[in-house]
């Protein structure tokens, strides 16, 4: 898979990275007990749309 995910502390510092390995999964050691926020990256892929609707939302989330 290979997505390197960021992990946030509740203040929003970071805490650290993970790589994802071929199934997806991803872990974080050492960490103490608390609230924490795992941020995936934007991934920008180039895809065939041949569905009008389709190509409606990816312009809708393309200006997000």
Do not use: C, M, S, W
């Not at 872990?27 to 609707?53: A, S």
Request: hydrophobic share 35%.
């Amino acid at each position: 898979f290979g997505v390197t995910v960021e992990l946030y502390d509740q203040d929003g510092a970071l805490v650290g990275t993970a790589t994802g390995d071929a199934n997806g999964n991803y872990q974080f050691d050492g960490l103490e007990p608390g609230t924490y926020q795992v941020v995936l990256p934007l991934l920008i892929v180039q895809l065939p749309i041949h569905n009008k609707e389709i190509g409606i939302h990816q312009e809708y989330l393309r200006e997000k």
